[in-house]
C-alpha cells in the first residue's frame, strides 16, 4: 500500500493529478532565439504526459528576462501559438501541465539583451558561474540596479505572461522564485543591497515575491499557482546564501501559505548535493499547504516521502530526460536509462524525443 500512494491520483490546488510523480522543470534549449517553441516541444511534452503533473522548463516573461539562449518565452502571441499545441497534446495524453515563470535578473549577458542593455537586479552586483548565449558560455554580464519605479513594470510583465500562459492553454502557472535569479535575488541579503521598500527587512525583501505571486493570482485564481524555492542553492550564478536563511524563509512561506497557493516546490538542499542542515519539516509546516519535494529522489525515498506525509509530490528532474515513461519505470521499479550529459541542452531531436524508445 506505501508504495501505491506515490502513484495514486490527489489533487494540487486545483488541479487534479492521476499520480504524485511531477516532472522538475528542465532547460533543454530547444527554442528558437526569440523564445518560440519548435514543433519537437510537442512531442517531448506528450512523451512525459503520465506524469501526474509536469512543470515545463523555465519560460522567460519578458525579453529583459531572458539569460541563456533558445529557452522559450510566454510573453508574446508568436510565443502562445507555439506553447497551445503543448498543452493540447499533454491534455489528450490524459496529462496536466503548469508553466514556470522566469525572469533571471542578473544571471545574463549583455548579448541577450534588447540593444545590449545591462541585464537588471535588485542591486549592481555581477554574478559568478556562466550563461549560455549564441557564442557559447560565457560570464553574466555587469548588472544594473533597478529604480524603483521600475518594479511595477516587471510585476505587470508576470501578469501578461500569467495571462499569456491561460491563452496557451495551461492547467496554471508556477512562479520561479529559486535557483539565484530575479525573486531570489531579491529575498537574499547576499544579492540584495537595496535601501528601499525592496530592500533591508525580510518583509521588505520578500515584497516583491509576493507582489508577483498576487499579480499572477489574479489571473488564475491562487489555486493554480505554485512556486518553487531553493533556500540553500548556491550554485548558480555563486550566490551567496541569505545572512538568516530560516528567518526569511519561514516568513515568505507563512505569507504564501495565507494565499491559498496551489503548491509550494522546494528543491531540499544544494541542487546538486545533499540537504543541508536546514529544518525542511519546519518550512513545510509554516506553507501549511501541497508541498511538491525535490532534489535527487530516488523511487525509495519518493514512497517514503508521500507514505510518511512529509510530501504531496516528489518531482523528478534528470530521470525524466532518459525515461519519459519514467512513471510506469518507477510503478514497475524497472532500470532508467541515463541520458548523455552532452544531449542536455540544444540541438535537435537526438536526446531530446528520440528517446523515447529506448
Known amino acids: 500500500m506505501s508504495t501505491d500512494l506515490l502513484f495514486s491520483p490527489t489533487r494540487i490546488g486545483a488541479i487534479d493529478v492521476a499520480n504524485r510523480v511531477a516532472m522538475a522543470p528542465l532547460t533543454r534549449s530547444r527554442a528558437d532565439m526569440d523564445g518560440v517553441q519548435t514543433p519537437l516541444a510537442v512531442e517531448y511534452y506528450r512523451q512525459r504526459a503520465s506524469a501526474g503533473l509536469i512543470i515545463t522548463e523555465a519560460t522567460n516573461i519578458s525579453r529583459q528576462g531572458r539569460g541563456y539562449a533558445y529557452t522559450p518565452g510566454i510573453y508574446t502571441d508568436a510565443h502562445v501559438a507555439a506553447w497551445a499545441p503543448v498543452t493540447k497534446a499533454v491534455h489528450d495524453a490524459g496529462g496536466k501541465i503548469v508553466v514556470q515563470l522566469w525572469h533571471v535578473g542578473r544571471m545574463s549577458h549583455v548579448s541577450m539583451q534588447a540593444d545590449g542593455a545591462a541585464p537588471v537586479a535588485p542591486s549592481a552586483l555581477q554574478a559568478g558561474g556562466n550563461v549560455f548565449t549564441e557564442a557559447g558560455f560565457e560570464a553574466p554580464s555587469m548588472p544594473r540596479a533597478l529604480e524603483t519605479d521600475e518594479i511595477a513594470g516587471i510585476i505587470e510583465d508576470y501578469r501578461n ?82 545572512s538568516t536563511p530560516m528567518e526569511t524563509h519561514e516568513y515568505l512561506i507563512r505569507r504564501l501559505g495565507e494565499m491559498g497557493l496551489a503548491y509550494l516546490h522546494v528543491v531540499e538542499g544544494q541542487l546538486h548535493g545533499d540537504n543541508g542542515a536546514f529544518d525542511i519539516k519546519a518550512l513545510r509546516a509554516a506553507f501549511n499547504g501541497k508541498y511538491i519535494a525535490n532534489n535527487g529522489y530516488d523511487r525509495q525515498r519518493a514512497i517514503e516521502a508521500t507514505t510518511s506525509g512529509h510530501a504531496d509530490m516528489v518531482a523528478f528532474g534528470k530521470p525524466f530526460i532518459g525515461n519519459p515513461d519514467l512513471v510506469e519505470r518507477l510503478r514497475g521499479n524497472a532500470p532508467l536509462l541515463e541520458a548523455p550529459a552532452t544531449s542536455y541542452f540544444g540541438g535537435g531531436a537526438a536526446g531530446y524525443t528520440e528517446l523515447a524508445a529506448a
Open 161 to 242: 505572461a500569467a495571462r499569456k500562459a491561460k491563452e496557451a492553454g495551461f492547467d496554471g502557472v508556477e512562479v520561479h522564485a529559486a535557483n539565484g535569479y530575479l525573486l531570489e535575488q531579491f529575498l537574499r541579503d547576499s544579492t540584495n543591497q537595496r535601501q528601499d521598500c525592496y530592500g533591508g527587512s525580510i518583509e521588505n525583501r520578500a515584497r516583491l515575491t509576493l507582489e508577483v505571486v498576487e499579480a499572477v493570482a489574479e489571473v488564475w485564481g491562487a489555486d493554480r499557482v505554485g512556486l518553487r524555492l531553493s533556500p540553500l542553492s548556491t550554485a548558480i550564478g555563486d550566490t551567496a546564501l541569505d
